[in-house]
């Protein structure tokens, strides 16, 4: 049991660790992201989300 | 990206970043100041931490805080300078991921810190769960919706994952004062004071953070963000006085030095890398700072290492009196042992029962001075290490009741009501029996020395791998500055003499050393003078 529950720590980080690597891969390599120019559409989609 | 969306950019004119975080885009210079202060000193006091004792868990955890803490600070620097859109997106999506991580480990921290053990798998899981929407949903448009270039701000769209995540952030602020609450309400006095210190440092630190951002998010005014930088010195501040106080991380001299340097070298490359020159004056007031502070803080240390010097010269200069307590004057009281001895038994012819009398008084007398001598070599011995315990598992349930058996008749003799409270289980621990014994010995025949009425409760108990033993009686209880010297070398109670004419203020000392040996820890606890007392030894149980 003890080992199972310092098992999880390490697990979570490394979870931690792809999140922030998926991350990087898509907003930095992919560039997939919407970039508003304008002021009414950008509203609108903070309004959606 | 498209022709569009380069001209806009190219109208905002924004400057190139150096090194993602070099730029005129930061238009407040107390911004570089703040934010290098907080990264710097948070990550080289969590890294310090570390190196003293790579094993120690609260110290695993106080590194993680530290280290994720700086890379927060790092995506915040960046999302101040960079111009880069698709970094400005990937850096808000750290911080977002990054940010209630922060508050999560400190749920961790607190519970590890307060309990002195690891917590459970469901307490981790517990904790973990509200963290896998974030990490499940931070690249996507949930947590971000898109770039904003409808001004020049470089700013992103935050989604519902970021206000889920400051909302988690409550809760784990929540659950660190509930749990420190309770735990507080049940814990002895010093250690109340640890979880006092502690949770407020974590408090502090985490409440400067959320606010920051709340009112950054809400407000668009992410210069109000800054705020939640002057947490961490609040938190750094707390952990420095743990350091002093409790003694809870040994910072040698050549890490002070390494620290200093460190900050020394990053604080002099920004003067370097730098050109605007009202960074220049920030950082060159930094450099004269932390040159001043880095010199403070190494005298401080070669004082102290000084002091340890002179103090190790005392000790050999004890021990060479130790070395002469052991052969002259024991040797001194052993022959006086004989020559009463020699009186008592009729070698010298017969006497009368005055000469009797005198004899047996200067007999006890002799007795109890070589015992005295005895105590003070061996605790000369175990300070030093001068001898090998027999280690083996050992069954500290029969050590406990080898010595009630021994010791419990001259107590109720005295009047005084014997308990016996040892619950059933296996009790089965790693030492030496014969010094486990003594530490048992020691803290009975202390309850019946210092209790003149009412009773003496033996305990023992085995919760969490950890065997507990406390002996509890109502006699003349501890007063708070007894306390602080009664686990010291020759540390007597103030009374103490007034009760009991042969307390040496070694035996107690003694029983820390010989605990301690073990791996276990000794404490006391009492309301007060006149109210009693409860001297309580901790174990590592053998698992099984």
């Known amino acids: 049991m003890e080992s199972k529950s310092k098992k999880f720590v390490v697990i979570f980080l490394l979870l931690v660790a792809l999140s922030t690597a998926f991350s990087f891969y898509n907003f930095v390599i992919k560039e997939n992201f919407e970039v508003f120019t304008d002021e009414e559409a950008f509203n609108e989609a903070l309004l959606e989300e | ?544």
């Open chain 2, 1 to 544: 990206m498209e022709t569009t969306v380069q001209t806009f950019i190219e109208m905002c004119q924004w400057d190139t970043a150096k090194f993602l975080i070099f730029s005129d885009n930061v238009f407040a210079p107390l911004v570089y100041y703040s934010h290098f202060f907080a990264l710097i000193t948070s990550f080289i006091i969590g890294l310090l931490v570390f190196l003293t004792d790579r094993k120690a868990l609260i110290n695993r955890i106080l590194f993680l805080i530290t280290t994720l803490f700086s890379l927060w600070v790092f995506a915040d620097l960046v999302l101040w300078a960079n111009e880069k859109p698709g970094l400005i997106m990937f850096f808000w999506s750290l911080q977002i991921i990054i940010e209630p991580l922060i508050y999560a480990a400190c749920v961790y921290f607190i519970y590890v810190f307060v309990t002195k053990k690891d917590t459970s798998l469901k307490n981790k899981l517990s904790i973990a769960v509200f963290l896998v929407p974030t990490l499940l949903f931070a690249s996507t448009k949930y947590a971000l919706t898109g770039f904003d270039l409808t001004n020049c701000y470089r700013e992103t769209g935050e989604g519902v994952l970021a206000l889920y995540g400051y909302g988690i952030e409550v809760l784990y602020l929540l659950w660190i004062l509930i749990f420190s609450f309770e735990k507080f309400r049940t814990q002895g006095k010093e250690e109340k004071q640890q979880t006092f210190f502690v949770t407020t440092g974590i408090i502090l630190f985490l409440l400067s953070l959320v606010s920051g951002n709340i009112i950054g998010s809400l407000t668009e005014n992410w210069s109000l963000a800054q705020a939640g930088l002057f947490g961490m010195p609040i938190f750094v501040g707390f952990l420095a006085y743990m350091i002093v106080r409790f003694k809870a991380f040994n910072v040698k001299l050549i890490a002070t030095q390494v620290l200093m340097a460190t900050i020394w070298l990053l604080v002099l490359g920004i003067l370097m890398v730098r050109s605007i020159e009202n960074v220049r004056v920030v950082t060159a007031l930094t450099l004269i700072l932390v040159t001043i502070a880095g010199d403070l803080l190494i005298k401080s240390v070669k004082k102290e290492i000084k002091q340890r010097e002179q103090l190790a010269e005392l000790i050999q200069q004890r021990e060479s009196l130790v070395h002469l307590i052991d052969h002259k004057v024991k040797g001194s009281f052993t022959r006086s042992k004989y020559v009463y001895a020699g009186i008592l038994d009729g070698t010298f012819g017969p006497i009368s029962e005055e000469i009797k009398k005198r004899a047996e008084e200067g007999l006890d007398s002799n007795d109890a001075g070589i015992k005295t001598i005895d105590l003070v070599l061996n605790v000369a011995n175990l300070q030093k290490g001068g001898f090998k315990y027999d280690m083996k598992t050992v069954d500290f349930r029969e050590i406990v009741r080898q010595s009630i058996a021994e010791k419990k008749p001259p107590i109720e003799a005295k009047g005084l009501k014997f308990i016996e409270d040892i619950k059933e289980g296996n009790y089965a621990t790693q030492g030496d029996p014969f010094w486990l014994k003594e530490v048992v010995n020691n803290f009975i025949d202390n309850a019946g020395k210092y209790t003149k009425e009412g009773s003496v409760t033996v305990g023992l108990s085995r919760e969490s791998g950890k065997i507990k033993f406390y002996v509890k009686d109502t006699g003349m209880g501890i007063t708070a500055d007894d306390k602080k010297i009664l686990f010291t070398e020759g540390g007597r109670g103030k009374d103490s003499v007034k009760v009991n004419v042969d307390s040496t203020g070694y035996g107690l000392y003694s029983v820390k050393l010989i605990v301690e040996a073990h791996k276990g820890r000794v404490w006391a606890e009492s309301e007060g003078a006149g109210k009693g007392s409860t001297f309580f030894v901790e174990l590592n149980a053998v698992q099984g």
